[in-house]
């Protein structure tokens, strides 16, 4: 298809808004309802491919706006998929994500350093559960130590 007339059939799809705001995908949505869809595709990967171009092999799309249905180029961004869980996490969109990134790291290093399960829940004010799942990558398996700045807990 013609890449304009292509954009065009997309575009229409749309309910746009000023930059800051939300453009609404008003076409067909993937199966869970929270993105657009067109074909195959993400109706705002296909916004970002044509706005600002090709999205890098694995990469995701993100939304700073946290708005899954939303395809304003503005409030998209490219990230791995550990950005975009790291995102999901903190806006508490991931379904386990009773604790942030932040705490299941500072869970991790206060095992590490021989501190009891136990003490550890208490101090983070979660489940034994959560905090043994976290601590032993059972819960968080993508999040690694690395993936936040440095500090002693
Ligand atoms: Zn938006």
Same mark, same amino acid.
């Given at each position: 298809?013609?890449?304009?007339? /292509?954009?065009?059939?997309?575009?229409?799809?749309?309910?746009?808004?000023?930059?800051?705001?939300?453009?609404?995908?008003?076409?067909?949505?993937?199966?869970?309802?929270?993105?657009?869809?067109?074909?195959?595709?993400?109706?705002?990967?296909?916004?970002?491919?044509?706005?600002?171009?090709?999205?890098?092999?694995?990469?995701?799309?993100?939304?700073?706006?946290?708005?899954?249905?939303?395809?304003?180029?503005?409030?998209?961004?490219?990230?791995?998929?550990?950005?975009?869980?790291?995102?999901?996490?903190?806006?508490?969109?991931?379904?386990?994500?009773?604790?942030?990134?932040?705490?299941?790291?500072?869970?991790?290093?206060?095992?590490?350093?021989?501190?009891?399960?136990?003490?550890?829940?208490?101090? /983070?004010?979660?489940?034994? /559960?959560?905090?043994?799942?976290?601590?032993?990558?059972?819960? /968080?398996?993508?999040?690694?130590?690395?993936?936040?700045?440095?500090?002693?807990?």
């Amino acid at each position: 298809m013609e890449r304009r007339k /292509f954009e065009q059939r997309f575009w229409a799809k749309v309910q746009k808004a000023a930059d800051n705001e939300c453009w609404l995908w008003l076409g067909r949505k993937m199966e869970d309802g929270r993105y657009g869809r067109l074909g195959c595709s993400l109706a705002h990967r296909r916004s970002f491919e044509i706005s600002v171009g090709p999205i890098p092999p694995g990469l995701c799309v993100m939304h700073s706006c946290d708005n899954g249905l939303c395809v304003n180029p503005h409030h998209l961004s490219i990230g791995t998929h550990r950005d975009n869980m790291l995102d999901k996490c903190r806006k508490g969109r991931d379904n386990r994500a009773s604790l942030s990134p932040e705490t299941v790291i500072a869970i991790r290093r206060a095992r590490a350093s021989g501190e009891k399960i136990k003490a550890i829940a208490a101090r /983070f004010g979660c489940s034994v /559960f959560t905090a043994y799942t976290a601590a032993t990558g059972q819960s /968080f398996a993508w999040l690694s130590d690395s993936d936040l700045p440095g500090k002693s807990v």
